[in-house]
């Protein structure tokens, strides 16, 4: 039977679905959430499952019977470790999720560098043609240092342009390129210029890739003025955002430090998606937006 929708996703839905067959001028009907009612919406198993890992974080942090806590507002993000480097319970941090699109490049090692330096993670969405082909060492390091390997498509083909075989094989080679390199198969996809519809939902689903749009652009494709990029992102930034960069770009990078450091005194604590999305998890095929 499927699963009730509560009332929060049914108005976050029917908004974002109203914008996407604006945008797109078509009829859409595949599922959009945001990360706050993916949250709400999570199992009671995992929901249970992640209350207890951070509980038990909590007892080791502070001593042996003093017991854990999953945090309050004005605690600071209760944390553990996971596979991703900390485990942030995003129902009660102030979170926002930092992403990458179109790389490897010759940036990404000096933003990993960054990124290691201020213990962030990210999701850097890879494409295939000429930069996971090309930068296999990246792609190992950028698993190895805990961020989260996802999919940009081979070569930034409009997916909702082409035909459904044409969009598998744009999603697929991604897959099977990254598995090669790390063992591990992406579970997140970012459909080129955000444009995705009912057969491309319906691939993605196939494949095990959940579709992950954003809610703050600094347009860094159409300058190199890291100053105007900072600036971009801190104004629209708001929490339970998705931020979209390149590393790809060379004014993107050298606003990183800049960016990072401004979010942490305006209190946000920088996840990769799925932990913003935690205790939930991706579910193959849905849109998720801010």
Known sequence: MPKQISAARRTSMAGLLTAAVLALGGCATYDVTAPADARADAPATAVKAMDARLAAAGEAKNGEGTGGKTGKAGDGPAKTKGTGGDEVDCRTAKCVALTFDAGPSENTDRLLDIL????????????????????PAEVKRIDAEGHELANHTWSHRILTDIEPAAARREMSRVQDAVRRITGKTPKLMRPPQGRTDESVSAISKELGLAQILWSVTAKDYATEDSALITQRVLEQTERDG????????????????????????????????SQLLAPAKPQPGMVYRP
């Open 242 to 273: 998705i931020i979209l960069l390149h590393d790809i770009y060379r004014g993107t990078v050298p606003a990183v430090p800049g960016i990072l450091k401004e979010l942490k005194r305006r209190g946000y604590t920088v996840v990769t998606v």
């Open 116 to 135: 290691k330096r201020e213990k962030v993670h990210a999701t850097f969405f890879m494409l295939g043609a000429h930069h996971v082909d090309k930068r």
